[in-house]
């Protein structure tokens, strides 16, 4: 059974950095695409960015291009969201996911999903 466990979100000001860590296990996880996903209240969950399975290769959403990264250490089973200049807009939960293979930007094709954390940023 696929675990994935996000952890690392916080109460942060405006201009701040956090990172998430998504822990995963119950799969090969140097099998399988990664990637971050978020909702705010009231809105859809949306897409953050992704990362390759061998971490070759990522894209990010263009609200958050050149603030954030993803890295992924296929010998911890671990991906994590690096996310500098925080801005209040950022605010959601924030959910890794896991498909095999090939990474995609569309939620519907990630089958598998962690609980979440919560990230507040403050103005």
């Known amino acids: 059974q696929v675990r994935l466990i996000e952890s690392g979100g916080g109460l942060v000001q405006a201009g701040d950095s956090l990172r998430l860590s998504c822990a995963a296990s119950?799969?090969?996880?140097?099998?399988?695409?990664m990637g971050w996903f978020r909702q705010a209240p009231g809105k859809e969950r949306e897409f953050v960015g992704y990362?390759?399975?061998?971490?070759?290769?990522?894209l990010f959403a263009s609200s958050v291009k050149g603030r954030f990264t993803i890295s992924r250490d296929n010998a911890k089973n671990t991906m994590y969201l690096q996310m500098n200049s925080l801005k209040p807009e950022d605010t959601a939960v924030y959910y890794c996911?896991?498909?095999?293979?090939?990474?995609?930007?569309?939620?519907?094709?990630?089958?598998?999903w962690g609980q979440g954390t919560q990230v507040t940023v403050s103005s």
């Open positions: 996911a896991a498909r095999p293979l090939i990474p995609s930007m569309s939620r519907h094709d990630y089958n598998s």
């Open positions: 119950g799969l090969t996880f140097s099998a399988y695409a």
């Open positions: 990362i390759s399975k061998r971490g070759d290769s990522q």
